[in-house]
């Protein structure tokens, strides 16, 4: 009975990456996740292998207490760093875990101390491994999101060199544990993963963070993949494979859009070498042209079509709402209304798809960098609403910057922008924009919701 539920769990879990393949779907998608992870707990709490359920239906309430709180409080703009500090846990759980197997492997039926068998020495050496760069590696980027650390890449003189002499490192020290089985091999393991998890995610640069997201994920999958053939736990197995693949292709997909090499993410540091030989946009150094709410409105309601780029400052000023109505006004004058999509834009992949989907716009407004790229030529105007970084044309014409090589969308052709902004602040990869000081830019400083209030009363 215990193996059917599990694997109708997973086939809850399949179902459930399924679902979140697409915002048409994403809510069923969750709705089978929940189902999957409520059965897959049930299931374990029903085995007759459980002694006592004192300490396990007390963690069971502290961390379910905390999850909701933590669920209730936190902001949209907040969810990438709450991603980060998740797969932290997983990756903290599966290092305390393979301790536990570690000093205790009778519990858990793999041997005694000191005469472990080999291959789940080999399981729990690399599930712990994997689980202490997780930890570090997404409490690093944890500080990059929260802005507790710069989001620039910290490089120094012989990184990757010294990351390839860690990698050795910790592979010596697997094979030397599986002979020694030493309690200071073990603990050795866990150091040096940990400082191998801080040194791949420090060198990689805030305009990247949404892959590093992307990534932890898949890190913490296998971690979990790992601690579950310890535990002789076929569905952690099958789950942390599943988190641990999905991850991985999702990486893949966007590293391809943003024109980044899928090993160099994996083993960090990608962005880095661009980063050191500067970074300032090499366009006109003028004065940005500014205009009021009304002269948007006027470009806006006189417009043929219209392509609104959201981004974080959107996020962080909470303005889907106001850029909904908008849309919604323009749509009644005739104009055409799309959403422009960068695969990073936000902090997190989807970032701006939930948001949007937040204020109801509806899915077929909203397309993606490449299905709307080549529109913005024969567009009249441009909207957009604190997408930085991902509008630069730095990205193509600028072969210091840290974005150059990433696709970008070319707002820069439309034939006019509207950039709203607070200022002419750098973004979050601490670059400058030239796009501010184009002849077809006007810049509309000020908070982003207010700003589009202001135009929705003028239109």
Same mark, same amino acid.
């Given at each position: 009975?215990?193996?059917?539920?599990?694997?109708?769990?997973?086939?809850?879990?399949?179902?459930?990456?399924?679902?979140?393949?697409?915002?048409?779907?994403?809510?069923?998608?969750?709705?089978?996740?929940?189902?999957?992870?409520?059965?897959?707990?049930?299931?374990?709490?029903? @085995?007759?292998?459980?002694?006592?359920?004192?300490?396990? =239906?007390?963690?069971?309430?502290?961390?379910?207490?905390?999850?909701?709180?933590?669920?209730?409080?936190?902001?949209?703009?907040?969810?990438?760093?709450?991603?980060?500090?998740?797969? @932290?846990?997983?990756?903290?759980?599966?290092?305390?875990?393979?301790?536990?197997?570690?000093?205790?492997?009778?519990?858990?039926? =793999?041997? +005694?101390?000191?005469?472990?068998?080999?291959?789940?020495?080999?399981?729990?050496?690399?599930?712990?491994?994997?689980?202490?760069?997780?930890?570090?590696?997404?409490?690093?980027?944890?500080?990059?999101?929260?802005?507790?650390?710069?989001?620039?890449? /910290?490089?120094?003189?012989?990184?990757?060199?010294?990351? &390839?002499?860690?990698?050795?490192?910790? &592979?010596?020290?697997?094979?030397?544990?599986? %002979?020694?089985?030493?309690?200071?091999?073990?603990?050795?393991?866990?150091?040096? @993963?940990?400082?191998?998890?801080?040194?791949?995610?420090?060198?990689?640069?805030?305009?990247?963070?949404?892959?590093?997201?992307?990534?932890?994920?898949?890190?913490?999958?296998?971690?979990?993949?790992?601690?579950?053939?310890?535990?002789?736990?076929?569905?952690? +197995?099958?789950?942390?494979?599943?988190?641990? #693949?999905?991850?991985?292709? /999702?990486?893949?997909?966007?590293?391809?859009?943003?024109?980044?090499?899928?090993?160099?993410?994996?083993?960090?540091?990608?962005?880095?070498?661009?980063?050191?030989?500067?970074?300032?946009?090499?366009?006109?150094?003028?004065?940005?042209?500014?205009?009021?709410?009304?002269?948007? !409105?006027?470009?806006?309601?006189?417009?043929?079509?219209? =392509?609104?780029?959201?981004?974080?400052?959107? &996020?962080?000023?909470?303005?889907?709402?106001?850029? $909904?109505?908008?849309?919604?006004?323009?749509?009644?004058?005739?104009?055409?209304?799309?959403?422009?999509?960068?695969?990073?834009?936000? $902090?997190?992949?989807?970032?701006?798809?939930? /948001?949007?989907?937040?204020?109801?716009?509806?899915?077929?407004?909203?397309?993606?960098?490449?299905?709307?790229?080549?529109?913005?030529?024969?567009?009249?105007?441009?909207?957009?609403?604190?997408?930085?970084?991902?509008?630069?044309?730095?990205?193509? @014409?600028?072969?210091? #910057?840290?974005?150059?090589?990433?696709?970008? /969308?070319?707002?820069?052709?439309?034939?006019?922008?509207?950039?709203?902004? $607070?200022?002419?602040?750098?973004?979050? !990869?601490?670059?400058?924009?030239?796009?501010?000081?184009?002849?077809?830019?006007?810049?509309?400083?000020?908070?982003?919701?207010?700003? %589009?209030?202001?135009?929705?009363? &003028?239109?």
């Amino acid at each position: 009975m215990t193996a059917f539920l599990y694997l109708a769990a997973s086939i809850c879990f399949i179902l459930a990456l399924r679902g979140l393949s697409s915002p048409v779907t994403a809510r069923k998608g969750n709705m089978f996740a929940v189902s999957g992870m409520a059965l897959a707990i049930g299931t374990t709490l029903a @085995s007759p292998h459980v002694q006592s359920y004192g300490m396990i =239906i007390t963690a069971l309430m502290a961390g379910g207490i905390v999850g909701t709180v933590i669920a209730l409080k936190i902001k949209m703009t907040a969810l990438p760093q709450l991603v980060a500090a998740f797969h @932290s846990l997983v990756g903290l759980a599966a290092v305390l875990v393979a301790a536990a197997a570690f000093y205790a492997p009778e519990a858990y039926g =793999i041997g +005694v101390q000191g005469n472990i068998a080999t291959a789940s020495l080999v399981e729990m050496s690399l599930g712990v491994a994997i689980g202490a760069i997780t930890f570090t590696g997404s409490i690093i980027a944890f500080g990059k999101l929260q802005e507790l650390i710069t989001g620039k890449p /910290l490089v120094f003189p012989g990184q990757h060199p010294l990351n &390839a002499l860690l990698g050795l490192a910790l &592979a010596g020290l697997i094979a030397a544990l599986i %002979t020694a089985q030493s309690a200071a091999l073990f603990w050795l393991i866990v150091a040096v @993963s940990l400082l191998l998890g801080a040194l791949l995610i420090l060198p990689i640069g805030g305009a990247d963070m949404p892959v590093v997201i992307s990534m932890l994920n898949s890190y913490s999958g296998w971690a979990a993949c790992g601690i579950g053939f310890t535990l002789h736990n076929t569905l952690l +197995v099958i789950t942390g494979a599943l988190v641990g #693949s999905s991850g991985a292709i /999702l990486s893949y997909i966007m590293c391809k859009a943003m024109n980044r090499g899928f090993l160099s993410v994996m083993l960090g540091g990608f962005g880095a070498e661009a980063a050191t030989g500067g970074g300032k946009a090499a366009g006109p150094k003028k004065s940005a042209k500014s205009g009021s709410a009304e002269d948007a !409105a006027f470009l806006l309601k006189n417009a043929g079509s219209v =392509i609104i780029v959201p981004g974080y400052g959107m &996020a962080v000023a909470q303005a889907q709402h106001a850029v $909904r109505e908008m849309g919604d006004l323009l749509k009644k004058a005739g104009v055409n209304v799309r959403y422009a999509i960068h695969p990073v834009a936000g $902090r997190m992949p989807g970032h701006m798809n939930v /948001l949007l989907a937040e204020a109801n716009v509806s899915y077929d407004e909203v397309f993606e960098l490449d299905d709307i790229n080549r529109d913005f030529a024969s567009t009249d105007v441009a909207y957009v609403i604190g997408a930085n970084d991902v509008t630069n044309p730095a990205g193509k @014409s600028d072969p210091k #910057s840290p974005i150059y090589g990433m696709p970008i /969308l070319d707002v820069e052709a439309s034939k006019t922008v509207l950039f709203v902004k $607070r200022s002419l602040a750098p973004g979050y !990869a601490g670059i400058d924009n030239e796009l501010f000081y184009r002849d077809n830019t006007m810049m509309l400083f000020g908070d982003a919701k207010k700003v %589009t209030e202001e135009i929705v009363k &003028a239109l």
